[in-house]
């Protein structure tokens, strides 16, 4: 091949232009990540949506149904064993696609362990039981999809994935949770579920065919290298904690203002219908559009470009609900519009952050630090329940929304540090590891261990602030007490008060870890010689 035809080539592949989305469109990498997608949505649609519908309609005790809900766990938890799946190979097909087989045999064989239950309440925590092997296998193959989408991928392929995965993963949910519900009231529960565990079987031979990643990467020598080098290899690049940040911080804004959007629809006084046709159907649909158009335009503007359009898009989208609260009396289709505006935008910028995310990603340990960064993106959604909550409660549902639109200021902003506006598409650069002074081991151990108490004071302390509140709003005539809820927390009675307590103390032993991971990368001492140089984003050099 001549050098000009090796130029017009690359520039073909080259992310950035509409070239790029053709190519991605009709990559068999492209197609193989996005079909096994159906594969990590159909357990996900049983486990969160009918198995609790079910139990609950064959007059399973509703606190027996809340609990076996405990079984969705696994999918949060999941980056605890993601480092055993950088360290063991299977014996067969790969590392990746050799544990997406393993999952899926075994989400076969527990699925189908479901149909044979027979349908009578003793049985519930039988079904909890199989609930939760269904979770833990799914959560597996998600692991090794996810990875293995991070390692076979080309850059130009990534956005077209994104988007596809999720209207694919969608469909999955939709037909084992909302479908299955609606074909068991026509036939048996044994039948739907059985029909839902051969929905597995193409799957594997769709595992058997994909394609293997261009580039392999020898596997950790020990589950030590396995669990602490995701961790420094990560940390170890420039601006890492600014680039943590911002994970946390780029949909917080979009996540605050949805996750009280029910609660608000009943306080704004619309009915069940115009809430479900809302909800279940406009929303879902524009989800799916969003992150399909935001995947496919990520590939054509550049990701640079696609954070800051989708980000700016997704913080004024709550516009639409300021209006809804300034209706007043429920006005049905503003409220469609304003929902549907939404979630589109929310689409459009979870389809270009994902992209940021398998970016991220070294691929030597993609099983573990794309679960970890995936875990962290979570958090927005699980604290903002709490915060949008007390907000609501202090100021009133229109100053809410005003108020999430300014807390998506800080993400924009911390986009700027690392891809300056006008970047179409930012590089990351491998730069060498730091040559900052060694620390030594005792000085590790105790610095882990300071952060560690000081992130279990702070944890209590915070407990102890919102515990105080709750009771001054219960009772302001006894004033305000901090004291007497923080040293309750040193005196646990029953399991509310215990559990509290270890989640203070992981709180805090999380904190010490990443104290320690952090002075580890940054030193060098504890650097991994052999594995891949830490990249870092560059905006010069996509501009």
């Known amino acids: 091949m001549s050098e000009q035809q090796g130029k017009s080539t ?39 949506i009918a198995i609790p ?15 076996i809900t405990l079984a969705q766990a696994p999918w949060s938890f999941k980056f605890l064993w993601s480092p055993l799946m950088d360290r063991y190979v299977p014996p067969f097909w790969g590392r990746r696609r050799g544990w997406m087989a393993v999952a899926q045999v075994a989400l076969f064989a527990t699925t189908l362990a479901l149909a044979g239950i027979g349908e009578h309440p003793e049985t519930a925590w039988v079904v909890g039981a199989l609930a939760m092997a269904v979770a833990f296998s799914a ?14 991928l080309r850059k130009e392929e990534q956005g077209v994935a994104v988007g596809a995965r999720v209207a694919v993963y969608r469909a999955a949910m ?29 799957m594997l031979i769709v595992t058997r065919f994909a394609p293997e990643p261009e580039e392999t990467f020898t596997p950790p020598k020990s589950l030590k290298d396995a669990v602490w080098y995701p961790f420094v290899g990560f940390l170890a690049r ?17 996540n605050l203002g949805g996750t009280l959007l029910r609660p608000f629809l009943v306080d704004m006084g619309y009915s069940d219908l115009h809430r479900g046709v809302a909800l279940g159907t406009i929303g879902l649909f524009g989800t799916i559009a969003g992150t399909l158009v935001g995947g496919a335009w990520t590939t054509v503007l550049g990701l640079g470009r696609a954070l800051w359009v989708f980000g700016v898009i997704q913080i004024v989208s709550n516009i639409g609900y300021v209006l809804v609260a300034r209706a007043g009396a429920p006005t049905p289709w503003l409220m469609y519009i304003a929902i549907g505006f939404e979630n589109v935008t929310q689409g459009l910028g979870t389809g270009a952050f994902s992209v940021l995310l398998m970016r991220l990603t070294q691929k030597r340990f993609s099983a573990t630090q794309f679960a970890l960064l995936s875990s962290l993106f979570s958090i927005p959604r699980v604290v903002a329940g709490p915060i949008a909550g007390f907000l609501v409660y202090a100021i009133g ?56 108490v000081v992130g279990m004071v702070l944890g209590a302390m915070t407990t102890a602030l919102l515990t105080a509140v709750q ?35 992981v709180f805090g032993l999380t904190v010490g870890l990443l104290t320690a991971a952090v002075l580890a990368a940054r030193s060098g001492a504890f650097y991994l010689p052999e594995q891949e140089a830490p990249p870092t984003p560059s905006g010069a050099a996509g501009s």
């Open 139 to 152: 959560a597996t193959q998600d692991i090794a999809i996810d990875a293995y989408a991070v390692e076979v």
């Open 238 to 254: 420039h601006r890492a904690l600014e680039i943590l940040a911002f994970v946390f911080l780029y949909k917080l804004a979009d």
């Open 10 to 48: 690359e520039q073909t592949a080259r992310p950035g232009t509409w070239a790029s989305l053709a190519r991605a469109m009709a990559s068999w990498r492209t197609a193989s990540v996005t079909l096994l997608s159906f594969s990590s949505g159909l357990p996900l649609g049983l486990v969160w």
């Open 174 to 202: 939709f037909i084992a949770g909302s479908a299955a519900i609606t074909l068991a009231g026509r036939v048996s529960w044994k039948w739907v579920v059985i029909g839902l565990a051969a929905l597995y079987l193409p």
């Open 471 to 505: 009771n001054l709003r219960k009772a302001p005539e006894k004033g305000f007490d901090f004291a007497t809820p923080f040293t309750a927390l040193f005196q646990p009675s029953g399991v509310t008060d215990w559990v509290t307590l270890a989640g203070i103390v």
């Open 53 to 67: 519908d079910w139990l609950r309609s064959i007059g399973v005790d509703i606190r027996v149904v809340g609990i």
């Open 397 to 452: 549902w229109e100053p809410f929304f005003w108020f999430t639109m300014v807390g998506g200021i800080p993400g924009l902003l911390l986009l700027a540090r690392f891809v300056p506006l006008g970047v179409k598409d930012p590089d990351f650069d491998v730069q060498s590891r730091p040559t900052t002074r060694a620390v030594t081991r005792p000085v590790l151990l105790g610095s882990a261990a300071f952060a560690a």
